[in-house]
Antibody, heavy 121, light 111 residues
């Protein structure tokens, strides 16, 4: 079955970077864009960007440009999201989610289980 | 402040029908972009509930239905069950931002 398995929880200090992985299985990894979405404690969902696993092309939400880098390793069907210059308000659960649909009518299915990133001094 | 507006909470008794609204603007829902819905049970990742305004993925009960009109969309849940207690999010695309947007989420309480 289609599955996305993310790396484990992280605790980071302000100013540091974090890299979260998302391993895909059950489908052709390069055939579907991968999105990253985060959710701060008790808050809603916030879209961060996507990566095209085939070409490596990316598109980031303006809020995160300059701080986020999305990459992939097609040999192990894994996508990565790295966020730098971490602040306390970056504390959140980070999800990867497979894209479905077209460029302007796209939805997410399935989602990874989430990775909690805690930023604290 | 979310681009798509949802009520923070709704509630209903078991067996009843509830609706959750998702209001956008002329740059997203009103521009014709599809709306999708997700269910997030406590402590779990979101799960796709409705895609393309009104389509249910396999495995989603037909108690869940979606619709869209003008600059708004709605999720209806009939025959409420205790297991439906969760947060629900709408999602679309915004042509002025050039990316995906979510609603702020609605907490459904089954009384």
């Amino acid at each position: 079955q289609v599955q996305l398995v993310q790396s484990g929880a992280e605790v980071k200090k302000p100013g540091a970077s974090v890299k979260v992985s998302c391993k895909a299985s059950g489908y052709t990894f390069t055939g579907y864009y991968m999105h990253w979405v985060r959710q701060a404690p008790g808050q809603g969902l916030e879209w961060m960007g996507w990566i095209n696993p085939n070409s490596g092309g990316t598109n980031y939400a303006q809020k995160f440009q300059g701080r986020v880098t999305m990459t992939r390793d097609t040999s192990i069907s894994t996508a990565y999201m790295e966020l730098s210059r971490l602040r306390s308000d970056d504390t959140a659960v980070y999800y990867c989610a497979r894209n479905r649909g077209s460029s302007t009518s796209n939805w997410f299915d399935p989602w990874g289980q989430g990775t909690l990133v805690t930023v604290s001094s | 402040q979310s681009v798509l507006t949802q009520p923070p909470s709704v509630s209903g008794a078991p067996g009843q029908r509830v609706t959750i609204s998702c209001t956008g603007s002329s740059s997203n829902i009103g521009a014709g972009y599809d709306v999708h819905w997700y269910q997030q049970l406590p402590g779990t990742a979101p799960k796709l509930l409705i895609y393309g305004n009104s389509n249910r993925p396999s495995g989603v009960p037909d108690r869940f239905s979606g619709s869209k009109s003008g600059t708004s969309a709605s999720l209806a849940i009939t025959g409420l069950q205790a297991e439906d207690e969760a947060d629900y999010y709408c999602q679309s695309y915004d042509s002025s931002l050039f990316y995906v947007v979510f609603g702020g989420g609605t907490k459904l309480t089954v009384l």
